[in-house]
């Protein structure tokens, strides 16, 4: 049942892109309350199948590396049902949906819904640990997608070739203070995740440790390098797709690793 | 009772031609007591006069015509410059007008305003009844779908308003934003207007002449400041319009890269209207700096015309709907008249 609720979750999220992706093609873009409720639906199905799961397991379900893929992208859906609204960012909508979409698919797809034996028993400290920092995650995705919109409309902007999106783009610097808020969110978030890991009570997992910490000293510098004012918009843009590109690379391969051997 | 529209437009007659047809202040009246109509409703914007009407019995053109006539003017063979438009006819062209797709600019707004005064004016005087009420009501729904559904009012058609466009679209509020015009002359004056309609507070007149910047800037709510500190200006502003008839580049690579050290967070928008060019083309390479010049201002308006003209098939099929619609609403209606008219009338025996 929890799985076919995923695949439904996944249609909403297709539609979304199919209907902008088209809408972008036929060169007559307009967000459209369409996407939004797409969107939500996407949302409601991903919570329900996370739910279920949950209950299942007695646990958040963030145990294997399908768990933890489904739960980042319902972190992704969450803000930006949160914030989109909230900052005129309705044409975020077109670029998160194929982001959802290709998590939800991948982990669809892909053969890893493994249940193992767990090796840990959930504890508060842990639980907190692990979906606060999933729902960092989330944030940088966001800002990865305000980051991108950022880029494209520079480019366009700098080339002079505005397309039927262009007039539908956040204001350029709006977008850059939108992509600052996500990316101190999805910071402060990620500093209670690691902080919280520390109390769980357990043998710290070393090279989880080293990446978290270095995802956290990625997005520190990005911070201090916007704040500083020594860095441009556009490379800050370009950094927060670098960085959330590489963290979501290391997320599998340490989750993937830390289920076949003890890291 | 026939619906029709008589009218002059841009489409069939010169300026010359339209201003005789102003009408008067009492053309609501007139139109009724003298031409005849049951209901009217005058419409008049500097592109068109038209009459949209409602009357029992087929009132000739001539007659409408010589209702609008100016004070002082007199009906001749501009006559035959009118158009005419009934039932069916008449029902699309309105909804076409008020959607903008009939006007000189594809999809302009402004045009839906005027027809919504015009309707207040006829309401308000008791010249309009049901159907023609229910008529503009409709085109007014109309033309809300229209530039909803599709993208007839997309894109600036202008060169000034596709700048001040493209400036909102970095900046979003003007209201803290700072302008600074290099040059005083005409294409400078309409650019610093639009900005300042669209909320520009803070705007500097800089140009060779002083007394001129000081009277563009007195005309423009802005502040005249020397040609020689420009440059000190520059670092503190957003947006830069530049139109003096410096034969040569005054803005170039050299002269900016020092001013934008301090400012990596905020972008620079220049608009170059001169001819030649007073800002140096590899600028635009500049990180963070967005540069547009007359050509490239005018290519985006020439398009933003053409995706317009394209959008006018889906809002003719929007309105082709609502003309159905209505024409079926206004058959009935008007049979239920004639069968009430009919009742009232005493038996024969």
């Not at chain 1, 800002?143 to 002079?160: D, I, N, P, T």
């Not at chain 2, 006559?79 to 797709?101: I, K, P, W």
Request: hydrophobic share 50%; proline share 4%.
């Amino acid at each position: 049942m929890d799985r076919e609720l995923l695949i439904v979750s996944t249609l909403c999220f297709f539609v979304a892109m199919v209907r902008t992706v088209i809408a972008i093609r036929g060169g007559a873009y307009r967000p459209a309350g369409f996407n939004f409720l797409a969107i939500a639906l996407g949302f409601a199905f991903q919570t329900g199948f996370l739910y279920l799961r949950g209950q299942e397991l007695g646990r958040c379900p963030i145990t294997n590396l399908f768990e933890v893929f489904i739960f980042l992208a319902w972190s992704v859906s969450l803000i930006y049902l949160l914030i989109g609204p909230a900052y005129r960012l309705s044409l975020m909508g077109a670029f998160t949906a194929p982001l959802v979409f290709g998590l939800q698919t991948c982990a669809l797809l892909a053969p890893i819904d493994v249940r193992r034996p767990l090796r840990s028993t959930p504890t508060p400290w842990l639980e907190l640990h692990a979906s606060v920092s999933l729902i960092a995650y989330g944030a940088f995705a966001l800002a990865c997608v305000a980051g991108l919109m950022y880029l494209v409309q520079e480019r366009q902007l700098k080339r002079r070739e505005l397309n039927s999106m262009f007039y539908h783009f956040p204001p350029l610097t709006d977008l850059f203070a939108a992509i600052t808020r996500l990316v101190w969110l999805g910071f402060f978030l990620l500093t209670i995740g690691l902080a919280a890991g520390f109390f769980t009570g357990q043998p710290l997992p070393y090279v989880k440790v080293a990446w978290s910490f270095g995802v956290w000293i990625f997005y520190a510098a990005i911070l201090l390098a916007r704040h500083l004012g020594t860095t441009a918009p556009r490379r800050i843009a370009a950094l927060c797709v670098i960085a959330f590109s590489g963290a979501l690379t290391l997320l599998w391969g340490i989750t993937f690793l830390s289920q076949t051997r003890s890291l | 009772m026939h619906l029709f529209c008589v009218g002059l437009s841009h489409h069939t007659a010169n300026v010359e031609t339209r201003e005789r047809f102003v009408g008067h202040a009492e053309i609501d009246r007139v139109l009724r007591e003298t031409a005849g109509c049951a209901e009217a409703i005058f419409l008049t914007t500097c592109n068109r006069v038209e009459v949209y009407a409602a009357a029992e019995d087929t009132i000739p053109t001539e007659r409408i015509a010589h209702c609008l006539l100016a004070a002082g003017a007199s009906l001749g063979e501009e006559v035959e410059t009118f158009y005419r438009h009934e039932a069916q006819q008449c029902v699309q062209h309105l909804f076409r007008v008020a959607s903008g797709l009939d006007s000189m600019v594809i999809g302009e707004t402004e045009i839906l305003g005027q027809a919504k005064k015009a309707y207040a004016a006829a309401r308000d005087s008791g010249a309009a009844g049901p159907f023609l009420h229910r008529l503009f009501q409709r085109a007014f729904r109309v033309a809300k779908q229209v530039r909803t559904r599709t993208e007839i009012t997309r894109g600036a058609v202008s060169v000034g308003s596709v700048a001040v466009d493209l400036a909102e679209q970095i900046f979003g509020n003007f209201e803290t934003r700072k302008v600074l015009l290099l040059g005083a002359g005409e294409a400078s004056e309409r650019t610093a207007r639009a900005l300042v309609k669209r909320g520009v507070t803070d705007l500097r007149v800089s140009n060779r002449s002083f007394e001129r910047a000081e009277a563009l800037a007195a005309q423009v709510g802005g502040r005249a400041v020397p040609m020689d500190s420009w440059e000190t200006h520059c670092r503190e502003v957003d947006i830069l319009v530049s139109s003096t008839a410096a034969p040569t580049p005054i803005v170039t690579r050299e002269i900016l890269a020092p001013l934008l050290h301090d400012r990596v967070n905020r972008p620079l928008f220049i608009i170059d209207i001169a001819v030649p060019r007073d800002v140096a083309p590899d600028v635009n390479e500049m990180e963070g700096v967005f540069l547009y010049d007359i050509d490239s201002l005018q290519s985006i308006a020439q398009k933003s015309l053409v995706q317009r003209r394209q959008q006018i098939a889906a809002g003719e099929e929007i309105i082709a709907g609502h003309v159905d619609e209505f024409s079926g609403w206004f058959i009935s209606a008007r049979a239920r008249r004639e069968a009430a008219a009919l009742e009232l009338r005493p038996s024969e025996s």
